[in-house]
């Protein structure tokens, strides 16, 4: 392994003050333990890839504590985790797994804001072994950062005396960070989870970096070998493996960096993970972007899920009978879900029916039955003309008003009740059909039409 040592300080430039008191906090509890303590993960890959003397905000962080605890059944990151909740009263804690991992989050906490930190236990033999051994210190923290995804990933930072900044880097994270290389630790990493895929793309999009050579040809063969298979759940349902492949599509089509990233994925034929015949063609891309152009537009304070619209443009592209299960396996939302599985018969309708009508009012009564998400998916993949139509019902017909209103309706001696709805249907027919366009020939139009009795 590689070691090296950073000024202690150079971690606390660039921490915000009250996490910077946690984690030491967090070591004097590892220390008076005997445990070791580490920052790993993301939080070191950003630190040391931040300028000079900027600080980093970090909402989620990793640490890893390498010791014994005397209870078989309390992991030392429990413990840890207990100890640190005492003192920061309020915290949440959340225990994974039998007795090794364990989640500790405050939310709008007055000192550390928003802040997740998740604490995993090193060693997996739980016997004790004399502190001051490196050697087996180390075959137990390389041990964890071995499970890790890419050498960026898998440095470790020690927060515990001595040797307290001690950089540990035994894949050569340090060099990938500089030469700007994703890297897997081993040839099976996609085989073995490939959702890492999407990791890669991820990582390599958001800090400008290359996928190194080798790592893609492995992404390339776990590919050409079906694994996409393993998510679809044609061996044997894995859950597990749509849920995260879902949470790292969400990531990724949310980022700014959405659009590249999308790019790079279907050159890594990596789409084919959501269904096996997806492909990113000319045509799709255009309609992915036609589509974002919507979306910014009707939907500019983003009460929609924009990533997962993104994702049903994505998945409307497939054959309308993979629509609803693709959806289903990534369990999106239900009204996504029901959104794919109907498109096909909404798509139907409104391309025959559309052909055969004329009236403006008839158009819009049409596109009424249907909401914005399904206008807009299907305008982005239908013909020129009917899009033409549905925009300008968009734009357009969908605002138009009647000259005359409810309190005009009843100054003019109408009693509200069943009729008012029936009299103010029928100016907006009118309306739209250019029979009326101002108060005196509405009221015209419904004195000839809802005579007063
Ligand atoms: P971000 O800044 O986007 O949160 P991160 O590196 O913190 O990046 P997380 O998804 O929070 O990413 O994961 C934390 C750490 O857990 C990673 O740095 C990596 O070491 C490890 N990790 C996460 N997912 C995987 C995976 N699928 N396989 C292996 N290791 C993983």
Known sequence: PA???????????????PLW???QKASRQAEKRGWHLYLVGGAVRDLLLADRQKQVLLEDIDLVVDGFHKSADVGAGVELAKAL????????????????????????NPDLGSLWIDIATARTEFYPYPAANPEVEASSIRQD?????FTINALAMRLT???????LDFFGGLLDLQSQQIRVLHANSFIEDPTRIYRAVRFAVRLGFEIEPQTESYIRYAIASGIYEQIQGKNGRAPALETRLKSELKYILQAPYWKPALQLLANLEALRCIHPSLELDENLWWQVRLFDRCLQKFDPQKTLEHWQMRLEVLIAYLAPEFRGKVANNLQLSADSIERLQNLDKAETNITKTLSALELKSEIVQLMRQYNLPTLILIAVKTSRPIRQKIWRYLT???????????????ALGYKPGKQFKEILDTLLTATLDGKIDNRESAEAFIA??????
């Open 145 to 149: 950062l071995y499970r890790r995804d």
């Open 161 to 167: 005396n001595p040797r307290v900044g001690e950089l």
């Open 3 to 17: 070691y090296c040592t950073l000024p202690i300080s150079r971690l606390r430039d660039r921490l915000t003050p």
């Open 85 to 108: 909740q005492t003192i920061y009263a309020g915290g949440r804690l959340e225990v994974h797994g039998q007795f090794q991992t364990a989640a500790l989050l405050w939310h709008k």
């Open 396 to 410: 357009e017909w969908n605002y138009i008003k009647t000259p005359l209103n409810g309190n005009d309706l009843k």
């Open 448 to 453: 000839e039409h809802f005579p007063l009795t």
């Open 21 to 23: 008191k946690l984690l």
